[in-house]
């Protein structure tokens, strides 16, 4: 029996009407999941000395087992690649880093770390206003660096690590639209639960070209010492000198990755002579039976007392450090005095020690204190059980005044 037209109506009026209550539903189920895996990431977090002055937690434990994601070096670039007004630039580098966020499934809430890099020092104090308005009680640990950016006129460039609810168990590097292109292509890259090693930065000399492959070849050799692979790599950081080489080296990289995006690269211009140090970050599958944390050098590579060449994390809790600063326009030798012993309290505050560190940046902004970090590294850390590190002389930290600042990882004991 065939139905009238008023029939076929209603039929498909009270189909459209289903469909779209089903609709409404899932898109209800799937905000309200959102909260509830934001609020369930969060809970992973265990903040220490959360301070509004300084926009930032001091140390931040990640308590469970939770996938991290590493966002790429965001600038205040629309969709096209082009800069925007400089009185927006704060606001819009921080737009951005929400949609990778949401794209990364995380959330402002589950932000361990901040990477800021500014072109003035007199740029920190809005974006520690921003981080403020933004965060609320959530502040994540957060360090500073102060130089050229890799788009010319920016004042500021960011990088976020924040617990993801991802449950993938593999790399995972993804590229956005609707966001201006990055280094590598990749707008993030998931790091999944598990072990991990951190790849202290090792130079090259000669043109950036050749300082660049050679330093890939080394890379690429601690991989096969790690019994990894390339599409295991997390992160990727570069030190170039100067900025404007900043292309070449990133080519370099992408031609390792032909078959997709390779993981983020974050980029900061150095001011030593070497033309490029890269570090990189490494997913390692699952072992049992070994301890919490492992200081490597692989063969053929120089043992150092200051930092490790590897350090593989097989288990404890890891601890994100803010950039740590002295007093201002003190010496460098007493603000590096200053450092350590806010360093230890943190650590120790963690549930952690200096014999459990596993990632160092040491950002230097005078010749004076980058000798005298380099005798009390030897001083404070057990030269077996040294992080691994990059040291870059810079154009500042920051902060006017400070002349040094110490950006750490560590892991809980057990």
Not at 34 to 60: D, N, P, W, Y
């Amino acid at each position: 029996m065939s139905m009238t037209k008023q029939q076929t109506f209603h039929c498909e009026f009270s189909i459209t009407k289903s469909l779209s209550a089903v609709r409404l539903i899932m898109m209800v189920w799937m905000a309200l999941w959102g909260l509830f895996a934001a609020e369930l990431t969060a809970a992973e977090l265990q903040r220490f000395e959360v301070a509004e002055a300084k926009a930032r937690s001091g140390a931040i434990v990640v308590k469970g087992s939770a996938a991290l994601v590493h966002t790429a070096q965001l600038l205040p670039l629309d969709a096209y690649g082009k800069l925007g007004d400089t009185n927006q630039h704060v606001e819009a580098v921080f737009n951005l880093l929400d949609k990778v966020l949401e794209a990364a499934q995380a959330s402002r809430e589950t932000v361990v770390k901040l990477n800021l890099y500014v072109a003035r020092d007199d740029v920190t104090a809005g974006v520690r206003a921003e981080i403020n308005r933004r965060f609320g009680q959530n502040l994540p640990a957060v360090a500073f660096v102060r130089g050229n950016l890799p788009q010319k006129g920016a004042l500021l460039a960011l990088d976020a690590v924040a617990v993801s609810s991802s449950n993938s168990d593999k790399i995972e590097s993804v590229q956005l639209l609707g966001i201006h292109p990055v280094p590598g292509g990749s707008h993030y890259t998931i790091l999944p639960a598990g072990r991990k090693a951190y790849v202290s930065g090792l130079a090259g000399e000669g043109t950036t070209q050749a300082a660049t492959e050679s330093v890939l070849k080394q890379l690429w050799d601690t991989l096969s010492f790690l019994e990894a692979k390339p599409e295991q790599i997390a992160q990727f950081k570069v030190f170039v000198n100067p900025m404007t080489e900043q292309q070449v080296v990133v080519d370099a990289i992408k031609q390792r990755f032909p078959q997709g995006p390779a993981p983020v690269i974050h980029l900061v211009e150095w001011m030593t002579a070497s033309p490029v140090e890269i570090e990189m970050i490494v997913a390692l599958p699952k072992a049992e039976g070994l301890p919490v944390v492992e200081y490597l050098t692989p063969p053929g590579a120089k043992a150092s007392p200051v930092f490790s060449r590897v350090v593989r994390v097989n288990g404890g809790r890891e601890v994100y450090l803010s950039g740590l600063y002295g007093e201002q326009n003190t010496m460098g030798e007493a603000q590096l005095a200053t450092i350590f012993l806010e360093m230890k309290r943190l650590v120790e505050a963690a549930g952690s020690d200096f014999r459990h560190m596993v990632k160092a940046t040491y950002y230097v902004a005078s010749d004076v204190t980058n000798r005298r970090l380099t005798t009390i590294r030897t001083e404070q850390f057990d030269p077996n059980r040294a992080p691994a590190a990059s040291k870059a002389a810079v154009l500042g930290t920051g902060l006017t005044g400070r002349m040094v600042t110490l950006d750490m990882i560590t892991v809980t004991k057990e």
